[in-house]
Every structure is written in structure tokens, then in C-alpha cells.
Nanobody, 125 residues
């Protein structure tokens, strides 16, 4: 069992930056692939970024490529999402998720086994 707790959300102006963190419990964090998703009001949850278990592979949604960076620190059981050049359309609740198949980069919500409670990101224009 893995418990995930996101933090770092908030209100920021367009063009600004935020760094989200996701702290994981459990000894097996380093064996999981991790992902970030987001859900805006009235929309489905969508993939943002993912990273493999040792961080050797990353993948991004086209909408955030070049602006967001996912990384992880297995010693701290934490995955990060650095978000730069934020836009109003990035406003959403951001969720981190853990995938037991550590080497697999997955973009579908069904591929993930554990989810955090989410953190709100609001970008004002």
C-alpha cells in the first residue's frame, strides 16, 4: 500500500511558476513509476507527466511540454512537478499517482494503482 500526499499548489499569475511535491509512504516507492494528472472543473482527468522508477524515462502531454518538468528523489520518497510559464488553462486540481509497473510510462488513469488527494493550482490572467 502506498499513500500519496501532494503539496505546493496555490494561486499564481500567468507566466509564473509553481513546484508541486508528492510525498509517498512505504518502502517500495522507488519501484513505482509515478505520474501527474490534472482535472479542471467540468472536465475529465487528464495526463500531465510521468516518470519511470529510476527516473530514466519521462513523458509529457503536448500541452505542457517545454514548460513542465517531472523529477523524483527516491531517497526522499518524493516526486516533483516544476511548472513554469503557467497559463490560465493550467488551472486545475493536480493529482499524483503511482504505478506498480515501475518501468512503464503510462498516460491512462486506469494504469495507476494509487492516487493522492490532489492540490489546487489556480492561474490568474
Amino acid at each position: 500500500q502506498v499513500q500519496l500526499v501532494e503539496s505546493g499548489g496555490g494561486l499564481v499569475q500567468a507566466g509564473g511558476s509553481l513546484r508541486l511535491s508528492c510525498a509517498a509512504s512505504g518502502r517500495t516507492f522507488s519501484s513505482y513509476a509515478m505520474g501527474w494528472f490534472r482535472q479542471a472543473p467540468g472536465k475529465e482527468r487528464e495526463f500531465v507527466a510521468a516518470i519511470s522508477w529510476i527516473g530514466g524515462s519521462t513523458y509529457y502531454a503536448d500541452s505542457v511540454k517545454g514548460r513542465f518538468t517531472i523529477s523524483r528523489d527516491n531517497a526522499k520518497n518524493t516526486v516533483y512537478l516544476q511548472m513554469n510559464s503557467l497559463k490560465p488553462e493550467d488551472t486545475a486540481i493536480y493529482y499524483c499517482a503511482a504505478n506498480k509497473i515501475g518501468a512503464r510510462i503510462a498516460t491512462m488513469t486506469g494504469a495507476y494503482d494509487y492516487w493522492g488527494q490532489g492540490t489546487q493550482v489556480t492561474v490568474s490572467s
